[in-house]
């Protein structure tokens, strides 16, 4: 890429966007970081999405209030326990109660806005079809019908100046390729925070979905977790 | 219908989503309205919405704060004037710098969500084809995508629980029309703000596209506009 296209990266703090914008500016990306504060109950990671958002050098980093809680229906927004050491059965049986209605949906439709007034036309999002806990909204189908959505629901899609892409590169990666492919990258993992019920000194439970399916990856790719090698120092 | 099923609907405070919420209550809808309070200018909207959610008899009212100002880019949210007494070939000509990006993506997005956590499956929106202003993601095919992507994105698309549907219902109506069937089942038109930019007493400007249009409704519908009736007494 001769010209640095930008590009608008939503960032959560976890290990799996932390490496989509490691992609991404390896790609020849100018990126803007979109993150929100949708009143989550690990608000932790926002502080971890910036740390990352800086190390990797994103020129504009928007942390967006957006209280979910306000339509409920989440084990992350909402007073539901979030559910501990589940075994691989479970995880893998339906859609559990982690899962936030149409947040992938709200998310990228704030980031295809963000996206027209910035001038760009590339949207990078970490959702992987893989070890994914079953949302709906992380699965390839649903990515086509977004990048399909924006073209028609935008002024450059209208003037036809510009198709949007919706760009997942981490879609069709285990948890294991995706932290080898960030550590290739440089990512440096103790900065990001993927637990969804963390201590307030932002060590993790070690027992939630997201706790498993993290530790399984760096078990997988042979590595040792820095995030906390950082935190048994 | 025999059964009451519940709806979103999506309310600005203006003259057209007064009209929707109408049109679903007349449906047999019970309906739940949703405003967003996203930093435009006309943010006296949002008492007009509560006063029509009220007088229509809406079972909850989320209004939710959502700062666009954040991504910037349109004269709703931001410092660039809002155009004044444009004419016909003006207001025709492409989208105007009232265009929020993404907005009704986003509103729909949120609106999906909050019908999820409910259990509604019936979203309605004022857009309108006709009497348009030009946005993008007012047309039919933009409604009939976000449609198919909402049966993607959620768990009850997923499960096969329910089919999302986007109901639009003043798609194909003029302004005139649009005021006829309100009339017709009994709103209030008096509660109603449609101004682009109103002084602090609500008093509309008269001079934005928005009042432009509203103007013409009435006059087509051969009716005197009681939110002026009403300011002039």
Redesign the interface.
Same mark, same amino acid.
Request: without cysteine; proline residues 7%; negative net charge.
């Given at each position: 890429m001769t010209q640095k296209s930008d590009a608008v990266v939503l960032l959560s703090g976890g290990l799996d966007s932390a490496t989509v914008l490691a992609v991404a500016k390896d790609q020849g990306f100018t990126c803007h970081a979109l993150s929100f504060d949708y009143g989550q109950r690990h608000r932790l990671e926002l502080e971890a999405a910036k740390a990352v958002g800086k190390a990797l050098g994103v020129v504009t980093h @928007?942390i967006?209030? =957006?209280? =979910?809680r306000? &339509?409920? $229906?989440s084990a992350l927004t909402s007073e539901i326990d979030v559910p501990k050491d589940r075994n691989d059965q479970e995880m893998e049986s $339906? &859609?559990p109660v982690t899962? @936030?209605?149409?947040?992938?949906? @709200?998310f990228?439709? &704030?980031a295809? $806005?963000?996206a +027209?007034?910035i001038g760009a036309f590339d949207l990078f999002i970490g959702v992987n079809a893989v070890d994914y806990s079953g949302y709906?909204?992380c699965?390839p +189908?649903?990515i086509e019908?977004?990048e399909? =959505?924006?073209n028609?629901?935008?002024?450059a $899609?209208? +003037?036809g100046t510009g198709g949007f892409r919706v760009h997942t590169p981490l879609i069709e990666m285990t948890k294991g390729e995706i932290i080898q492919r960030g550590i290739d990258l440089g990512v440096d993992y103790g900065l990001t925070l993927s637990c969804y019920d963390p201590q307030t000194d932002a060590t993790p439970c070690g027992h939630c979905d997201s706790c498993q399916l993290r530790a399984r990856g760096f078990a997988a790719a042979g590595l040792v977790d820095p995030a906390l090698r950082r935190r048994s120092t």
């Open positions: @928007v967006l209030p =957006l209280d =979910l306000l &339509i409920g $229906g $339906g &859609i899962y @936030v209605p149409a947040r992938n949906t @709200v990228l439709a &704030i295809l $806005g963000m +027209e007034t709906p909204d699965r +189908e649903f019908q977004f399909r =959505l924006a028609l629901a935008t002024k $899609g209208v +003037e």
